[in-house]
């Protein structure tokens, strides 16, 4: 047999088997807040428990300090200069002007509200002095309680004008012939201002002012009910509830007195309690009577 003599062949190739592994997701890893630093709290200084530390300044600091205000003091008013009522007047009257409008319209056309003060400070904001040439809102400021004191104060006297009220729990005299027929108060109002105007050669609107102030009480009476029993107590009066009263008793002295008398209309008696209420002559004003009348009754009931 002959032998084949093959040629030498290479190693046969190894296969090599590499097994993955599966993959598996990776765990998140919260990282630790690192711990914030406290900030250093400002150091307190411990308050001395003896009665002699607690003295933060000893009594001769105390002594100079005290010396060297009253020397600043002394000092200050030697340099002052004496101020006199008068000019302390004339400052008060040009603050006063200051605050007045810029433009002026003259209540019936005739005299201006500019000038006019009230130097009563309780009732100054409760007396509208605001210009107007027809006094006359038409029943704007009615639908809201205490609203009447936006209205100027000569429509609020035409207003009483119109119903001079009750003369106690009856309605004593009529005040028909006035009720809503405004155009005649109007017109009678105007009478009463220049009868004022030629009596005390003033503004006369200036001079009602200047009654209500004398006429508005101070103090009033108030009923209180303890145990079922009523008895009248003391009680302070507000600014338009004053107002309201002196008005009232103005306008109801002057209709008395006309219909008593007919020879005398209302705009001359109206005139005459305006200028007896602004004279502080209570002979003739029946507002000045019902005033003192209800203080003392007020003073009895303290």
Not at 42 to 51: A, G, L, N, S
Not at 210 to 224: Q, R, S
Not at 234 to 259: C, E, H, K
Request: aromatic share 6%; proline share 5%.
């Amino acid at each position: 047999m002959v032998e084949e003599i093959l040629p030498a062949t290479s190693a046969e190739p190894k296969l090599e088997v590499t097994i993955e592994e599966p993959k598996t997701k990776k765990k998140r890893v919260s990282k630790k807040a690192e711990p914030v630093e406290a900030k250093a709290k400002p150091k307190v200084e411990e308050v001395p428990t003896d009665v002699e530390s607690e003295k933060l300044k000893s009594s001769e600091e105390i002594e100079a300090r005290l010396e060297k205000k009253s020397t600043r003091s002394r000092r200050m008013l030697n340099e002052a200069k004496p101020v006199s009522d008068e000019e302390i007047e004339a400052k008060l009257k040009s603050r006063e002007k200051e605050k007045k409008f810029k433009f002026d319209l003259k209540v019936f056309n005739k005299w201006t509200t500019n000038d006019v003060i009230v130097n009563d400070a309780g009732l100054k904001d409760y007396i509208n002095l605001s210009p107007v040439l027809v006094p006359h809102t038409q029943g704007r400021n009615i639908k809201k309680q205490f609203w009447k004191s936006k209205k100027t104060i000569v429509e609020r006297l035409i207003c009483k004008i119109f119903s001079t009220g009750h003369l106690g729990k009856k309605h004593y005299r009529s005040s028909g012939h006035h009720t809503g027929k405004f155009v005649k108060v109007y017109n009678m109002l105007k009478e009463t201002f220049t009868i004022v105007e030629g009596r005390t050669k003033k503004n006369p609107i200036q001079v009602f002012v200047d009654a209500l102030e004398n006429g508005t009480p101070k103090e009033g009476v108030a009923t209180i009910e303890y145990g079922g029993v009523r008895y009248p107590k003391v009680a302070d009066l507000s600014p338009q509830r004053r107002i309201d009263l002196a008005l009232r008793w103005m306008t109801q002295g002057a209709f008395a007195v006309t219909s008593k008398n007919k020879d005398k209309p209302m705009a001359i008696t109206l005139a005459d309690e305006i200028v007896a209420a602004a004279n502080k002559d209570e002979t003739k004003s029946n507002c000045l009577k019902k005033k003192f009348e209800l203080e003392r009754l007020a003073a009895g009931n303290r």
